[in-house]
């Protein structure tokens, strides 16, 4: 069974940085391209990043670009995000989401965890 | 900015047929999933590639395309089916690699 966990949220002041985890477990983590989606309070779906399965090309959107990295450890089954410089609009439940292949863009998501949320504010 | 349009909402009373449209320039070009999700829950693929099912996705939910829409269409419709839907896809200049539509709520009368 695939499962992935999300850990890492809390509540952090505007400007300070938090980084995020996903354990991922039931499927062979290293051939395939991993991402993060966030939803803030009664919103819709934002893809937040995206890595391949070698983290040999990654990808963000614009509202993140130069705050967030994303990251892979494929020897740990794990998933990353170090968010920097947050502001408030980050405010948002934080899911890790399995790629249905190996490279991260154009591709659909197949497993969701259940979110870490991540609350911005002073 | 590269944006998916799908309708806020679509309402269908108990065994009739919903269907949620979404649109953008792009979709002849690029594949659409979409994802349902209820209140408190994670999103679950229901469609992938524009028309295939993922497994133990009920068959009453079929996917389409023709142009610069696609169609998701749930037969049959059930009250367990009351959910929110996202569709999501890409340009087709790599700009803008992951993008989801606005959502629509559908709602069973």
């Known amino acids: 069974e695939v499962q992935l966990v999300e850990s890492g949220g809390g509540l952090v002041q505007p400007g300070r940085s938090l980084r995020l985890s996903c354990a991922a477990s039931?499927?062979?983590?290293?051939?395939?391209?991993m991402h993060w989606v966030r939803q803030a309070p009664g919103k819709g779906l934002e893809w937040v990043s995206g890595i391949s399965w070698n983290s040999g090309s990654i990808g963000y959107a614009d509202s993140v670009k130069g705050r967030f990295t994303i990251s892979r450890d494929n020897a740990k089954n794990s998933l990353y995000l170090q968010m920097n410089s947050l502001r408030a609009e980050d405010t948002a439940l934080y899911y890790c989401?399995?790629?249905?292949?190996?490279?991260?863009f154009g591709e659909g998501f197949d497993y969701w965890g259940q979110g870490t949320l991540v609350t911005v504010s002073s | 900015s590269y944006e998916l349009t799908q309708p806020p909402s679509v309402s269908v009373s108990p065994g009739q047929t919903a269907r949620i449209t979404c649109s953008a320039d792009?979709?002849?070009?690029?594949?659409a999933y979409w994802y349902q999700q209820k209140p408190g829950q994670a999103p679950v693929l229901v469609i992938y590639?524009?028309?295939e099912r993922p497994s133990g996705i009920p068959e009453r939910f079929s996917g389409s395309s023709s142009g610069t829409t696609v169609t998701l269409t749930i037969s049959g419709v059930q009250a367990e089916d009351e959910a929110d839907y996202y569709c999501?896809?890409?340009?087709?200049?790599?700009?803008?690699?992951?993008?989801f539509g606005g959502g629509t709520k559908l709602t069973v009368l």
């Open positions: 999501q896809s890409a340009d087709s200049s790599g700009t803008y690699p992951v993008v």
């Open positions: 792009a979709l002849p070009k690029q594949y």
């Open positions: 590639k524009d028309s």
């Open positions: 989401a399995k790629a249905i292949g190996a490279v991260w």
């Open positions: 039931g499927f062979t983590f290293d051939d395939y391209a």
